[in-house]
Structures are given as structure tokens and as C-alpha cells.
């Protein structure tokens, strides 16, 4: 892909590229598309809609997120580095600590970083929720995000642990805060946040789309329990997204 296709790509999307990040974003689908065949890292066949679809639309929720400089964000399970890497490239005066439990992929994004200079980044293998139990880890964030856990029961009990009072949680999501039913709202209470509601994520720079949460107070030490549990639970509640966000 050219640097000027991505460019205008980026700019329907409301996204402002220079040179320099437009370039790493190329090679970062580059080194995704390169390595997919031996750690499995997307389904996407071509090096383009890697681009498109994975880094762009990474960054595209959180083009214009209001939070200070400096702020440490965490990335649960981040696979190859979505949306991790892409946001690192947008926003180099933040810093990124990528969780995921296999070693395969933590060795890629690794590399990659490390090929693209990335110095706010770090990479942390291993389970998020024994992970999370640690003080180096547990409530140490500003901001915690994931794209790679597709249910929101579950994204919530593994995202808010890692993020102190105060600090902004945002998955990627077809739903959003209108969107979740009392089951979900109610255990993202008990884990010490509040969903935002719809028409104040413009607030926090947050464009339209995703759930985004706030944390209002310290998690309780038994959360996040082990995932089986996790997953169990978040089996039992069905989630549609209302007709005006399909």
C-alpha cells in the first residue's frame, strides 16, 4: 500500500496521518501479514486489509481520546498487538503495556516494536486474570482497552481490574453503553466502574460506538476470577446491539 492511499484512507475516516506514523502502520501490516502463516495472527489474507480494517479501525474510536500525557494504558489480550501497536504509533506520548497469553505472538509484537522504534511499549506474557492479581499490574492504569474478547461480560471483568479510580475503560464493540442489558451494567458496578452513557462519550473524545466505561472506585480482590468462571457466566446473557447501531 502507498503511503498517500493510506493517507486518504485514514482521512475519510477523520484520521490525520504524517509521513512517519503512515509508514510504520505499512510495515507493522507488513510484519502481520508476513508472520500470519506461523502464529496464526488474523484472518485477513491480504497485507491491505490488515491495514484497513485492523489498524485503522484500531485507532479510529480513539482518534481524539481526552487523556493527559503520559497516561499508561493497558491492552488485555492483545494477540498481534490490536489495538496495542496502531495506537501506540498515533500516540507516542502514552504508554502501552500489551497483555497476552501467548508466547508466540508476545515474541512478534516484541520484535515489531523493537523494528519500529516503538519505546512506549511493553510486552507482558501470560494469563490477565492471575496477571491482574499483582500490584505491578493491578489498578496501575489510566486507560485499559481490548479488542479480542468479544463479549462484554467478559472484556469488563478482565479490563476494569487493571485500571485505578478515575481511569477510562473502552472496548471495541458493534454495542455500546445503550446496548447492555442489567446483567452486564450491574457486574461492571460490582466491579467497581459505570458505563458512560451514549451521548457523553464526545466528552472524553471518544467517537461513536464501543462500550466505554468509567472506574468509580477500587475492584474487589476476588476479581478477575479465573476465566472458565468468566466465560461461563458471560455464556447465560445474550446481548443485541440496538437497531440504530448494527
Known amino acids: 500500500m502507498e503511503h498517500t492511499t493510506l493517507t486518504a484512507l485514514a482521512g475519510d475516516r477523520g484520521l490525520s ?6 509508514d510504520k502502520l505499512i510495515r507493522y501490516g507488513t510484519m502481520i501479514h508476513a508472520s500470519n502463516s506461523l502464529f496464526n ?33 493497558a491492552d488485555i489480550g492483545t494477540g498481534s498487538g490490536i489495538p496495542g501497536i496502531p495506537l501506540a ?4 506520548g502514552l504508554y502501552f503495556t500489551l497483555f497476552d497469553s501467548n508466547g508466540k505472538k508476545c515474541r512478534f509484537i516484541n520484535e515489531a516494536a523493537q523494528s519500529l522504534g516503538l519505546g512506549n511499549v511493553t510486552v507482558v506474557e501470560g494469563r490477565a486474570e492471575e496477571l491482574l492479581q499483582k500490584p505491578e499490574y493491578r489498578e496501575r492504569f489510566g486507560l485499559s482497552v481490548s479488542r479480542a474478547l468479544a463479549h462484554p461480560y467478559a472484556a469488563a ?17 458493534h454495542l455500546t453503553t445503550l446496548d447492555l442489558p442489567v446483567e452486564i ?18 466528552s472524553y473524545g471518544i467517537n461513536p460506538g464501543g462500550i466505554l466505561m468509567k472506574k468509580t472506585t477500587a475492584t474487589p ?23 440504530a447501531e448494527v
Open 17 to 22: 496521518l504524517d509521513i512517519g506514523n503512515a
Open 41 to 73: 495472527l488474523t484472518g485477513m489474507k491480504s497485507p491491505e486489509d490488515i491495514i484497513t480494517t485492523l489498524l485503522l479501525e484500531s485507532i479510529t474510536p480513539l482518534c481524539d481520546i481526552n487523556v493527559p500525557r503520559g497516561t499508561s494504558v
Open 89 to 92: 504509533i498515533m500516540f507516542s
Open 157 to 173: 471483568e478482565l479490563c476494569i481490574p487493571a485500571v485505578r479510580p478515575g481511569g477510562l475503560i473502552y472496548i471495541y464493540s
Open 185 to 202: 451494567t450491574g457486574h461492571i458496578q460490582e466491579l467497581g466502574a459505570s458505563p458512560v452513557p451514549f451521548d457523553s462519550y464526545f
Open 221 to 243: 480482590s476476588r476479581f478477575p476470577r479465573r476465566f472458565a468462571a468468566i466465560k461461563r457466566d458471560a455464556g447465560k446473557i445474550i446481548v443485541e446491539a440496538s437497531p
